[in-house]
């Protein structure tokens, strides 16, 4: 009974995003490839701070409880920003704004020792098979799909950052 009331919690969650815009989600646009450093570099904070975040909840936890919505949300915004990452690493320039970005967002908790393997983490989440969160019926219950496709990867995420 519980686990249902948090599966509907949280695409209650995501039709309300729907409505209104879904910028929780994505961080920076998701659909296209960006040649913008500002772009680059807002995706890789959006991403530092929902790592960040989950991280709290990981240290205190021992890992992520899928049964906080905001917990939820946090994780297919990594996956979104994850998505973004994978499209763009390969320009130089995109990859220096988002790592920077990245370092920003999460308040240093990803930093010059971790960030290669975070990065490295971060392309795993994106190849997981989970996908990019739309703000449709469908969408809903294909981000309750990428979560758990992605969660074994977030949480390695974690173990990488520990302190």
């Known amino acids: 009974m519980r686990k249902t009331f948090y599966i509907f919690a949280f695409v209650g969650a995501l039709s309300l995003c729907g409505m209104t815009s879904c910028s929780t989600l994505g961080g920076a646009s998701n659909s296209m490839e960006m040649s913008s450093t500002t772009n680059a570099s807002s995706a890789g904070s959006t991403l530092g701070t929902a790592i960040s ?3 709290g909840q ?3 936890n021992g890992s992520i409880p899928l049964t906080n919505v905001s917990n939820l949300l946090l994780m297919q915004q990594v ?3 994850a998505d973004v990452y994978k499209k763009n690493y390969t320009d130089s320039q995109f990859l220096g704004s988002f790592a920077s970005g990245l370092v920003t967002g ?3 908790l990803v ?3 971790n960030q290669s393997s975070v990065l490295s983490n971060v392309l795993n989440i994106a190849n997981s098979g ?3 969160a739309s703000p449709t019926t469908s969408g ?3 981000s309750v799909s990428s ?3 992605a969660a074994g990867s977030i949480n390695t995420l974690m173990s990488l950052l520990g302190n």
């Open 53 to 55: 975040s989950l991280y």
């Open 58 to 60: 990981y240290k205190q």
């Open 79 to 81: 996956i979104n920003n």
């Open 106 to 108: 999460s308040n240093n």
């Open 111 to 113: 930093n010059s020792s």
């Open 130 to 132: 989970a996908s990019v």
């Open 140 to 142: 809903v219950m294909d």
């Open 147 to 149: 979560i758990s496709k």
